[in-house]
Nanobody, 119 residues
Framework: QVQLVESGGGLVQPGGSLRLSCAASGSISSIYTMGWYRQAPGKQRELVATKTSAGFTNTADSVKGRFTISTDNDKNTVSLQMNSLKPEDTAVYYC?????????????WGQGTQVTVSS
């Protein structure tokens, strides 16, 4: 149906930067929203940032001013530029898409990529 493949992530020192990328592929008819969620050990998965095909964004207060989401509707890709990273940003980051396959809208998730912020 729809596959989300993430790239980026890794280990970075506090104050550093990382860029995550995700590409959607498969039997995609339309994508309404793409974005990123994260899950830290022992915590629930939480929204980081999403962006609709119309350009509306939703960004968590904890990352506003530090993280920037961008999308390419033609290529079905989403990226997350993360600056001024903090140890509390350490988590598995998941790519997300709300997409239509023929007539059915569904949530889709990537496999996750680890981001570790540590000195």
């Amino acid at each position: 149906q729809v596959q989300l493949v993430e790239s980026g992530g890794g280990l970075v020192q506090p104050g550093g930067s990382l860029r995550l990328s995700c590409a959607a592929s498969g039997s995609i008819s339309s994508i309404y929203t793409m974005g990123w969620y994260r899950q830290a050990p022992g915590k629930q998965r939480e929204l980081v940032a999403t962006k609709t095909s119309a350009g509306f964004t939703n960004t968590a207060d904890s990352v506003k001013g530090r993280f920037t989401i961008s999308t390419d509707n033609d290529k079905n890709t989403v990226s997350l530029q993360m600056n001024s990273l903090k140890p509390e940003d350490t988590a598995v980051y998941y790519c997300y898409a709300y997409a239509r396959v023929i007539t059915t809208w569904s949530d889709y998730w990537g496999q996750g990529t680890q981001v570790t912020v540590s000195s």
